[in-house]
């Protein structure tokens, strides 16, 4: 089926983005656009909230857009949707999709958060989960304004478990390429998530180890060396799952110190501002499935354990920016 | 031979502090890398605090021509100051002693390709926080290890009575046949809790021995201890003592179990204030030496290339050396 069919005025569904931020603030400025798509977001940030309903939000950077979102601190004004799409951090999943949970009685909700395990979680709560994955990226610039920094594609496939159907993926897809956000619907998107978990959880960690950018791990033997360790781990635990990955991370990885060299991973940038990461994810998701499959990941092990002691270290100094 | 004359080579942390205790016993005279520095201590003498309080008068200078005799010199500065140190050193002091307490290994090896001292092997785990250039808080007042080093025909006998010296002055000392078990377990020890804290930014706290639970720091220290455990055994190192079993002791003790009174390891001060590390002494000399024996230790390989690359982050000219 297209879109095609589907399109023709009147209001063809509400979306609720879950955790409005940089990322949730792409999706729900771009489908804001449509006007056959109603936006709602939840996020608890009460000045961000408040911003967005009396100016609109507002998007600048890779794309100028200025979105009538309906933006709640309260689930319990939101209306019931048919979509969900998930944005938050991956500590705020369980919490923020049981705050929501009403929401979406009868609604499909996709996560496009980093890392694994975020549709477990929503799985508990929802009966319809879509698995997402993201390149776009972004920061929130003030309340109410969001800088798009990076395109890229998303891909969406039902979450094995609990599935959406194949035609709300559908729907879905068709709905966020139209608004501007080229989206793909696979009958797996395993593929794609692992993919980009790996290529994750072998730079990240290690630019808020090292304070070097993306560009220096590569350059450097020694740090080109230990990425190469920890997505030959990662790799492993993808196949011992049956998960075929869309494309070799170590490829992604030196491809990315040449489009982006100067780029500081955003764990580095959590780390600088003494924010919590999510390495519990990220190289803790890749640990958590090699350890059901019997794969072993000392490397992403040791990992987990220096970011968790380094997050460890934060709680007794001054909390730094950021919530 | 009656040792009645010492002269402390480097006057840091550790050099002050077997200056400030030993001046109290015997005839001590300093060998300082700044001028300046010598001025003070022979203008104010030395004070000790914290576990001893003492104040003692010494000679000292930045030339090392200008040196009264002496029969033992301890040469107490950093590894990574040694070939300088051992160079002014040369064609000095015959007849003397020399006893090295770097950390890490092959301190011994370097010094004598300066002079035909006989070597004495040392390591030490005292610690102390330097306050000026003539006030040192004595902290930990744990033992110096000491023994005649292989490569010279270094007596025994000279050892012991150096080391009866110094737990005459006060200070914590054994005197061993054979230092190698000593000095490898330490290394070991240092490797593991030098890196973890470089990297984490945490002390030398409780974490770095819980192993209740995946991600805990300990589970990564106890698997760095154990590659380094199988590089003595593969060396046919018998160890001194278990270093696991000193990491737990260390943190039970009153001064770190709580992290306001924490020890610092010198790695962490050094990545705090952005110096060359003594990592390429430490793990990095463990490393080698795995590959020396064929034992593979993949952890203690990412540690060490994680802190080269730190290092890295603050000082590009390093960027060349790291393997």
Redesign the interface.
Known sequence: MGAERRRGGGLSMRVCIVGCGAVGGLFAAHLATLEDVEVWAYDVVAEHVAAINAAGLRLTGRAEILATVNARTDPAEIPPCQFGIVATKAMFTERAIAECAGVFVDGAVCSVQNGVGNEELIAEHVSRVIRGTTFPAGHVVAPGVVAMDTGGDTWIGPFEDRPASADEIERLAQALTRGGMPTVALADARGAQWTKLIFNAASNP?GA????THG??C?????R??IR?LVREGVAVAESLGITLDSDPDELIDHAAEVAYDHRSSMLQDALAHRRTEIDVLN?GI?AFGAQTGTPT??N??I???I???E??WD?QPPGEGR | MAISRICVIGAGTIGSLYAGHLASVCEVSVLTRRSEHAAMLREHGLAISGKHERHVELFATAEPAELPRFDVGIIACKALDLELTASRLAGQAAGAAMMTVQNGLGAETVLARHGAWPIISAVTFMSGIRHSDVHVEYELDTETWMGPWAGTATPYELVAELAALMISAGLQAEAMADLLPAQWSKLIFNSAINT?AA????PHVG?FAQERE????G??VH?LIDEGVAVAAAAGVSLHEDPWEMNVLAVARGETAH?DYAHRPSMLEDVVAQRPTEVEFITGALVREAARVGVEV??ST?????V???E???APSV?GA??
Request: aromatic share 4%; charged share 15%.
């Open positions: 290690l180890l090292t304070g070097l220096r791990l350059e450097l033997p020694a740090t060396e230990l360790g803790g640990v000392p490397l092990e040791a987990v354990a220096l968790a002691g380094m460890h270290g007794s | 973890v990297l984490t930014g945490l974490l995946f991600g805990d720091l589970l990564l698997g992290s993949p952890l990412a540690m060490y290339r994680l080269r690359a730190r890295a982050s603050w960027a790291v393997v």
